[in-house]
């Protein structure tokens, strides 16, 4: 397989932290810069897409779920290695889990499983999702305004 040619500027991503009966929604990664680590679903915002709109449809194509975005919850900026490696800015919304059974329907999903957000279980997490998880518990937790 090729390897991707990324542009020479930063794209921008979307994921969500989605909360079930008090877990939170985590997927390995199955290649690119993180493969293996446990992360939130998401992807790539295409031209033209809100950026809830991209997060709703990542994770339906990436885990099958129907799910209730709420507010942003942070973001993390993942830089490849070397002059040609990739440079995503990826914003976490906070969601709440609607319909569905997650199942790993993406080919970029090595596994998936429903965690405890305060401990991730113990699992190799990308840099900076905890501070996000927890941030996005906090949103979910906090009254409506």
Known sequence: M???A???RPIVGVSAAIFRAGKVLLIQRAR?????????P?????HGERLVEAAAREVREEVGLDIAIGPLAGY???IGDGPAGPHFVVLAFAARWQGGEPVAAAAEVAALRWADPATLDGL???PGLGPIIAEAARLLAAPAA
């Not at 690119?32 to 939130?40: P, V």
């Open 2 to 4: 090729a390897l991707e």
């Open 6 to 8: 990324y542009p020479r």
């Open 32 to 40: 690119g810069t993180l493969a293996g680590t446990w992360s939130l």
């Open 42 to 46: 998401g992807g790539r915002v295409e």
């Open 76 to 78: 993390a900026e993942v």
């Open 124 to 126: 190799p997490v990308t």
